[in-house]
């Protein structure tokens, strides 16, 4: 995960100084063409500012938005954004991984325990991944110890895995958090600049606080966008985990019973 980290994390720095080479690059064109066109200006000029803003493509106008916003408070609610995303494709890929088919499970240990006993079974669960045959290995490996001892064994271990399963979960929500105060902080610091603005012209005209008042915006929306985002990922997660905690108590249950039913303990 640190790796998958610190990979997404230089992609953002260089995507982010790509970004501004971009915009700058797109502006220098725009002075030299009346110098190439000056033969036809009637016919030349009004072409690339009619067709420009309809070619511009919906990734061109987020970039043209984002450097608008101000590099430095967009730059952190974009780092926000893509570290949040990291951590929620490894909780999806580990959770997607750690689900079981619990009922199949049971059948393959039941099926080994009346052929092989209870290291066949634990062979079984060895072969299996999830935290679901994880817990069923723990019981079993206890089972010479009693009915009581397995299910405190499966108790136990099963709140270790349950750990696991949450684990980074409360990042995504330090981010989701964090993405729209940063962005209301932009606001803040957009509607200063534009009272300084209006300070130090003297005058309260719309041309003075248009810059100001427009960081302030964009600073919010994006934050707001990440929040979002973020959002609907974390709401998917919790209910993931929520579906594999289910599942495990319910194999437990179902272990018990199927060890009460071949009577283990006494073996």
């Given amino acids: 995960m640190k790796k998958l980290l610190a990979l997404l994390t230089i992609t953002s720095v260089l995507s982010f ?6 915009v700058y690059a797109q502006d220098e064109p725009a002075t030299e063409q009346p110098a190439v066109e000056t033969p036809a200006p009637a016919k030349a000029a009004p072409a690339p500012e009619e067709v420009a803003p309809a070619d511009q493509s919906f990734t061109q106008v987020i970039k043209q938005k984002f450097i608008e916003g101000g590099p430095g408070f967009m730059g952190i609610v974009l780092v926000c954004l893509i570290l949040g995303l990291a951590i929620v494709i490894e909780r999806v890929i580990y959770l997607n ?34 935290p679901v045959a994880s817990i069923f290995y723990q019981g079993l490996d206890r089972s010479h110890e009693g009915v009581d001892m397995v299910e405190k064994s499966v108790v136990s271990y099963g709140g270790v895995q349950m750990g696991l399963l949450e684990k980074g979960i409360s990042w995504i929500a330090l981010f989701i958090a964090l993405a729209p105060m940063l962005g209301f902080m932009g606001t803040v610091i ?3 600049g534009a009272f300084d603005a209006i300070a130090a012209a003297g005058d ?3 041309a003075v606080v248009a810059d100001g008042i427009k960081v302030a915006l964009l600073t919010t929306v ?11 990922f974390y709401n998917y997660i919790v ?16 272990l018990i019973d199927l060890l009460v039913k071949h009577d283990l303990s006494k073996k």
Avoid at 222 to 232: E, T
């Fill in 204 to 206: 309260i005209s719309p």
């Fill in 190 to 192: 957009g509607m200063i």
């Fill in 97 to 130: 991984m750690a689900t079981t088919n619990s009922t199949k499970l049971l059948k393959n240990i039941e099926g080994a325990l009346t052929s092989g006993g209870v290291e066949a079974a634990k062979e079984v669960c060895r072969n299996t991944k999830g």
């Fill in 17 to 22: 100084g790509m970004l501004n080479n971009s």
């Fill in 239 to 254: 209910a993931k985990v929520d579906s594999i905690v289910n599942d495990m108590e319910n194999a437990s249950i179902s």
């Fill in 222 to 232: 994006f934050g707001l966008i990440v929040a979002m985002i973020l959002q609907v």
